[in-house]
């Protein structure tokens, strides 16, 4: 029976558990690090990994069957070692369902982070505002997500489910842990991250790579969506899929065109330039968050 599980999920694009399991025992023969924090760092944002002490560093391309990134600002590292007193792994860049990954490959990572021993997930990402109060450079807690692709059937989960890794059905409405979001909010005061703006608010993403239409924002304003981009949802659901934690924040690198005759026009050149401006202060928050978070014991 599971013979047939696993044949379905790889013709669906994905990875079976025994073959997952082969690439974390792999990995841990090569890494003395035995992480319980995942940190995926979004579009511009992978600075964070200097502020690693101890490292142990592998290219995704050295992990065979591990999605390599093709993108500008995603370096497609797996940085092991300490963070804030933590052993973390850090993905020094994701990939994306838009560089022709299925949803389940673009999630892969986090099964080999779980079987890694990771409890926690701390997703970044790079994303437009859609909420006008929002400025370029603010920080946004994620409370909750939008699975846009997932509507059309593109969910990670989709497939032949092993219960290894997860339950049929999972929950994801409280994937973001108030917990976690708490923690955030009392670090970010810690700080003195006064002046500095931190919202807490729901990310849509999109399939991309196209950016949105004025429409398209429009649309997603009268949703009650904050801020778009196109990633961190297949992460997150099979995160939570699998029982872990998780922590997302975007960086506001960009406002979505709203007016129809606007001269302005997304690119990922401002996105990369407002990672660049931005990035200490997220580096800051994630590393003072670990510093003193609770990890809980494994279930
Ligand atoms: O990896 P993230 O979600 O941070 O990257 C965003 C979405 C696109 O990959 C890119 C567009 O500029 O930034
Ligand atoms: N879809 C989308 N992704 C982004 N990533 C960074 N900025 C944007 C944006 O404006 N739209």
Known sequence: MMEIANAANGENGGTSYEEAKKLADDIMARIKCRPVVGIICGSGLGELANMVTDTEIMGYEEIPGFPVSTVPGHAGKLVFGQLGGKP???MKG???????????????PIRIMKLLGVQILIVTNAAGGINQEYEIGDLMIIKDHINMPGFAGMNPLHGQNDERFGPRFPAISKAYTKRLRDHAKTTAKSLGFEGFRIHEGVYCMLAGPSFETVTECKFLNMIGVDVTGMSTCPEVVVAAHCGMEVFGMSLVTNKVVMQYDSEQVANHEEVLETGALRSKDLQKLVAAMLTTLEIKSQP
């Open 94 to 108: 994701r990939v994306h369902f838009y560089e022709g990954f299925t949803m389940q490959k673009t999630a892969l």
């Open 88 to 90: 973390v792994v850090l």
